[in-house]
Each structure stands twice: as C-alpha cells, then as structure tokens.
C-alpha cells in the first residue's frame, strides 16, 4: 500500500471581490500554490473571511 499523502498545508488565504461584486476566498500553500478555492461567491467581504478563517485558522487571511 502506498504511503498517504499528508493534506497540503495552508499558509495564507486571500479574500477578494470578484467582477459580479461578491466575495471568494483562495488558499494558497506555503508555495504560493493554490490548494482551495471558496467556490461560491459571499454577499459581504466579513462572510468570506469568517468561512475562510473557519476552515484555515492557523493562515494569514489577506483582503484584498
């Protein structure tokens, strides 16, 4: 049986206001690569830093 691959480790998240006006988050690894995204956009900046600060509490939550 293969060893299990350790889940990527979450170093920042950025939250940011896409062109429809909501709110998404992406969380990125400590190499900068993308590891999640919110996939649903939040009425109000607070909603998707609360969800991302939820999922992520050890990450640097960035606005943007």
């Known amino acids: 049986m293969p060893p ?3 889940p990527a ?6 939250a940011y206001q896409d062109n ?3 709110y998404r ?3 990125l690894a400590g190499n900068n ?4 995204t919110s996939g649903e956009g939040y009425q109000n900046r607070s ?5 991302a600060k ?3 509490p ?3 939550i960035t606005v943007s």
């Not at 480790?9 to 950025?14: C, D, E, H, R």
């Open 4 to 6: 299990k691959k350790k």
């Open 9 to 14: 480790v979450v170093a920042s998240v950025l």
């Open 20 to 22: 429809q006006g909501q």
């Open 25 to 27: 988050w992406t969380a």
């Open 33 to 36: 690569e993308k590891v999640a």
């Open 47 to 51: 909603h998707a830093k609360k969800m």
């Open 54 to 56: 939820d999922l992520y």
């Open 58 to 60: 050890d990450a640097r």
